[in-house]
C-alpha cells in the first residue's frame, strides 16, 4: 500500500526519505554552514546577557546547553519489553533541561529573540558594532526603548514560553497568541512572567495567521514566524557543533564504522530540522536523523512524500490534526525544513498516542528521568530502527553493535509536578 493511503489509515509506520543524498553531492542551500557558524558566534556574543538575565546559566558562562546522557537502564528495558533489539549505545539528550525555557525552543525561539535584539540595538545605536559590550542591552535606557517595541509569536505552547520569556527579560512587550492545544499552566506561567497571553478555539495555525496579521499591521512590532523564520532554524542547528564536543568529551567515535542514529519529535519541522542540518554538517554520511510524528498530525511525512511542502496540511487527508502531543500538533509543515531536508533526512516515524505515555513510564522507571509526552515520541525510533528496512539497506547491519543512538527529549522541565504526576498513570 503506497505511504500516503497508509497516513490516511492512521497506521504507525516508517517512511523513507528516497531523495536523501551523500553529503558530498549535496547541492548548496539556501542556508549553509557559513549562516550556522554565524548563529553560534551571535550566541556567544550574547552569553554576558544570558547570564546576566538568567543566574542558571552562569556556570555555562551564559551559555544556553543541555546534558548528553546515557540511558543503559532504558536500552534493557525497550529491548526486554518491546524485542526492539536494540545495539550498540544508547543517550538521550535533555533539551527537555534546558535552561531559560525547559524545552528545544529554547534554542531557536531565544535565538530569533537575541537576533532582532542585535539588530534592533546597532540600528538604534544601543550598540555600536558587535564588538560593542553587550551588557549595554541591560541598561535603562536600552530597557525602555525595549519596552516600546513589540514581540509576537503563534505557538502551541513552547515556542511561546521561550518568545515570551526572553522577550519579557530583555524589556520588550511579548505577546503569544495560543492555539487551543496549548496547556493552561503555559499560558498561567508566560502571564506570570509579564507576558501577554491571546487565546484562540482554533488551531495552531489559526493562532499564527492572527498573530502575523497583528503583527504586521504594527511598524513597532516583530512576529517570530514558526513556519519559515531562518532565524529559528539557525538557532536550532548549532545544536550540532554543540552535540560534537559533548560527544568527543564522552568518548563516543562517529565515523564509517561508528554510525550515529538521531531521533527527534517534530511538530512544524523547525527544530528538527535545525538540529539535523547541524549534524549532517558535522557527521555527514556517518549520522542519520530520524523524526517522529504523531498518526493524526504527520504533516512532515505528508509534505515531504507528497513533495506539496507547506502546500499541505493533515486536514486535506481527513486527520484530525489532534493529539496528546501538544508540542507536535501542527497541521502544515514549515516549507522552509521540507526544502532544507530533502537531502538530509533519513526518514519518519509515525506514532499513536498512547505509546506516548507508555514510553514516557518506561523512561522514568528506568532511569528516573521525567519528559513531557511530545517528547517521548522520539522513543519511538529506537524502539522500531531495527525492524524496518533502513538497517540492511541504507546501514550494514555488522555496524549496529557499533551504532550511538540518541534520543532528543524536546520538552519536560517545566512540566508542573501535578501534571506529571496524571502523566505518569494515564492510560489511553
Ligand atoms: C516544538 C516542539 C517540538 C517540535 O518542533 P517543531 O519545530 O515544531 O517541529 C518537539 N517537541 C516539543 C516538546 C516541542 O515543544
Known amino acids: ?36 557558524a554565524d548563529a553560534a558566534e551571535r550566541l556567544k556574543r550574547f552569553a554576558p546577557v544570558i547570564s546576566y538575565y538568567f543566574p542558571e546559566t552562569q556556570k555555562n558562562g551564559g551559555i544556553i546547553e543541555s546534558p548528553l546522557t546515557e540511558i543503559p537502564k532504558l536500552k ?14 544508547l543517550f538521550i539528550k535533555e533539551d527537555s533541561n534546558l535552561q531559560v525555557a525547559g524545552s528545544v525552543k529554547a534554542r531557536g525561539g531565544i535565538y530569533e529573540v537575541l537576533k532582532h535584539t542585535e539588530d534592533l540595538a546597532i540600528e538604534n545605536g544601543i550598540l555600536q558594532s558587535t564588538s560593542d559590550d553587550y551588557l549595554k542591552l541591560t541598561t535603562s535606557e536600552a530597557r525602555k526603548y525595549f519596552g516600546s517595541c513589540k514581540i509576537q509569536v503563534g505557538s502551541t505552547g513552547n515556542l511561546g514560553m521561550s518568545i515570551g520569556i526572553m522577550s519579557a527579560a530583555l524589556g520588550y512587550e511579548a505577546i503569544i497568541h495560543m492555539s487551543a492545544d496549548a496547556k493552561e499552566w503555559k499560558k498561567t ?29 504594527d511598524s513597532t512590532s516583530y512576529f517570530v514566524d514558526d513556519e519559515n523564520s531562518k532565524d529559528l532554524f539557525l538557532g536550532y542547528a548549532v545544536a550540532g557543533e554543540r552535540l560534537q564536543i559533548q560527544l568527543k568529551e564522552a568518548g563516543i567515535t562517529v565515523d564509517d564504522e561508528h554510525p550515529l542514529f538521531v531521533y527527534i519529535p517534530c511538530g512544524v519541522g523547525g527544530a528538527p530540522g535545525g538540529i539535523t542540518f547541524g549534524l549532517r554538517q558535522i557527521f555527514g554520511d556517518n549520522v542519520h536523523c530520524f523524526f517522529v510524528e504523531p498518526t493524526e498530525a504527520p504533516c512532515m511525512l505528508l509534505g515531504l512524500a507528497t513533495g506539496k511542502e507547506n502546500r499541505i496540511s493533515v486536514q486535506d487527508v481527513g486527520l484530525s490534526g489532534k493529539t496528546h502531543a501538544d508540542g507536535l500538533a501542527c497541521g502544515s509543515p514549515s516549507g522552509l525544513s521540507c526544502r532544507m531536508m ?10 499513536t498516542d498512547k505509546w506516548l505515555y507508555e514510553y514516557l513510564r518506561d523512561l522514568y522507571e528506568s532511569e528516573g528521568i521525567f519528559i513531557e509526552p511530545s517528547s517521548c515520541a522520539a ?9 524496518g528496512k533502513y538497517i540492511g539497506n541504507i546501514v550494514n547491519a555488522e555496524k549496529m553493535p557499533n551504532a550511538t543512538h540518541i534520543i532528543w527529549a524536546t520538552g519536560g522541565s517545566f512540566v508542573p509536578k501535578e501534571m506529571r504526576e496524571e502523566f505518569l498513570k494515564l492510560k489511553i
Open 1 to 36: 500500500m503506497d505511504t500516503i493511503e497508509l497516513v490516511k489509515q492512521r497506521a504507525e509506520l516508517l517512511w523513507l526519505n528516497d531523495e536523501k543524498k551523500n553529503i558530498s553531492k549535496t547541492e548548496k542551500q539556501e542556508l549553509g554552514a557559513e549562516e550556522t
Open 379 to 387: 522513543i519511538r525510533g529506537v524502539t522500531a530502527i531495527g525492524k
Open 342 to 351: 530533502r537531502p538530509h533526512l533519513s526518514g519518519i516515524f509515525t506514532i
Open 189 to 217: 506561567l508566560l502571564r506570570s512572567k509579564g507576558a501577554k497571553v491571546v487565546e484562540y478555539n482554533g488551531d495552531y495555525g489559526e493562532a499564527v495567521k492572527k498573530g502575523r496579521a497583528l503583527s504586521a499591521a
Open 76 to 89: 534493557d528495558r525497550l529491548n526486554e519489553k518491546y524485542t526492539a533489539d536494540i545495539k550498540g549505545r
